[in-house]
């Protein structure tokens, strides 16, 4: 016959024993040595081996992990069991998808922008296109200008706009260029893997200069040769099958002059590029009227720029930024001295138009360096430099940004800028909208707003 067990459970610290029911009659707990009153289960076959615990311990063995149903804060009734985590996961995935392609829920959408997408578009360019960031050669590259203002304080990338009034035409330039499009930071610590944005550096007066040969706008183009050293970033990388703008920026902080280029590649001992300008940063001179630079809008590109030094170790940006849009006008107003157009529509923007943010946007929650970069867009405003994507600034690449900070801007809209009155060029006269005999014609001294220049 065989023996008779049973777990009982003590009354007094709770622990279950094993006991010989046909050999204890008097059994006793192995932990607190209580007198085990109540019988848990039923009879249960003896074990098969002697057991592993001290006498001191309950023989209950070894605690086992187990997965126990996930339940969400606020939700009481809602548990997803463990044997349904898969299907709970590809679900959310979907519902993230579907929330930001088809149904638009603003925190689904915010969720993708700023978390999901930007770091696995990160991921995926770091394996497929691994790059060296751009070095930080003390202050050569993208180097520190203390105690230096980028031309005279009077020239107006300089001069503050918070008090000009509105344009006219305001309304109707910034919803044909996008009043729901977001602004963008164009620059930053990371894209496909390595910083972005259009990069300089900082020479001294004996710098040897190189040659350079114009391909596209030679006429329009300042000859050479410049002062570049063999160190120099350009834009997008210094690969020569790189496509994009290519900049090339240098600057003598000797004689205080500033050299850029456009499509900037290496030639021989010196540089080819579409087209290319020289300034002294001592003077407010402007480019011939007509004549490009490194921008389609004849303006230089360095004044324009968001740099690290002025956001994060000054606090403070002191002039205008730099701006582009897709479509823009084939016209140019000061100081812009050149356009790359072929509309001709008034509700197009012109080259050199300048836009700020509007006095009553509220960006106290916005994180330190973006409010920085908002204050001078309230402030000094941004040129429209050259054709690109709608809405994006332009700055300096830097693997100390934070991306974080930068993105944050995304939260702003076409709609919240305005143009400031643009000065007004002498254009030919419109013809008549009707002719002088019509009888319709009740007033005419009567003219009607032209829709496009002549």
């Known amino acids: 016959m065989s023996a008779r067990w049973a777990q009982i459970k003590c009354a007094g610290c709770g622990a279950k024993n094993r006991v010989d029911l046909d050999r204890s009659s008097n059994a006793v707990c192995g932990r607190c040595q209580g ?6 289960s039923k009879p249960e076959h003896p074990p098969q081996a002697a057991s592993k615990h001290r006498p001191s311990q309950s023989p209950v063995g070894p605690r086992r992990f187990k997965l126990r149903p996930i339940k969400f804060p606020g939700l009481h009734k809602l548990r997803v069991d463990p044997k349904h985590w898969p299907a709970f996961g590809i679900g959310t995935v979907v519902l993230l998808v579907a929330g930001r392609m088809v149904i638009g829920i603003p925190v689904v959408s915010n969720l993708w922008n700023e978390v999901i997408k930007p770091n696995a578009k990160e991921l995926y360019w770091r394996i497929k296109d691994p790059q060296p960031a751009i070095r930080l050669a003390g202050d050569r590259i993208n180097g520190r200008l203390p105690g230096r203002s980028l031309f005279p304080l009077d020239n107006p990338w300089n001069q503050r706009v918070d008090h000009l009034p509105v344009d006219p035409m305001s309304t109707a330039i910034i919803d044909q260029t996008g009043p729901l499009t977001r602004l ?11 910083p972005f944005g259009i990069p300089y550096i900082v020479v001294s007066g004996d710098t040897e200069k190189v040659p350079i040969v114009y391909t596209a706008y030679g006429t329009e183009s300042d000859p050479g040769p410049f002062p570049i050293p063999p160190d120099v970033p350009i834009e997008g990388g210094g690969r020569a099958d790189l496509e994009g703008d290519r900049h090339l920026i240098t600057v003598d902080r000797d004689n205080w002059r500033l050299y850029e280029l456009f499509r900037a590649f290496p030639h021989g001992v010196g540089y080819r590029a579409d087209s290319g300008a020289t300034w002294d940063m001592n003077s407010n001179a402007l480019r011939p009227d007509g004549w490009t630079s490194g921008d389609a809008a004849g303006l230089p590109i360095l004044p324009g720029l968001v740099r690290y030094d002025e956001v994060v170790e000054q606090g403070a ?18 100081p812009a001295r050149h356009h790359a157009s072929p509309r001709r529509q008034l509700t197009f923007p012109p080259m050199g138009m300048r836009v700020r943010l509007r006095a009553d946007y509220d960006i106290t929650g916005f994180p330190p360096h973006a409010r920085v970069i908002l ?47 643009m000065p007004v060029r002498e254009v030919k006269p419109a013809a008549p909208v009707t002719p002088p005999n019509d009888p319709l014609q009740t007033d005419p001294g009567k003219q009607t707003l032209p829709t496009e220049l002549p």
């Open 184 to 194: 963008r930071a164009d620059f930053g610590a990371s894209y496909r893997g390595r």
């Open 375 to 421: 204050k001078a867009l309230k402030e000094y405003g941004m040129f429209l430099a050259d054709n690109g994507g709608n809405w994006f600034i332009s700055g300096t690449p830097d693997p100390r940004w934070d991306d974080n900070q930068l993105r944050s801007i995304r939260r702003l809209r076409g709609q919240d800028l305005e143009v400031i009155r």
């Open 317 to 334: 940006i002191r002039h205008a930024l730099r701006f582009t849009v897709e479509r823009s006008r084939a016209d140019h107003v000061p």
């Open 35 to 40: 007198v085990l009153l109540e019988v848990a």
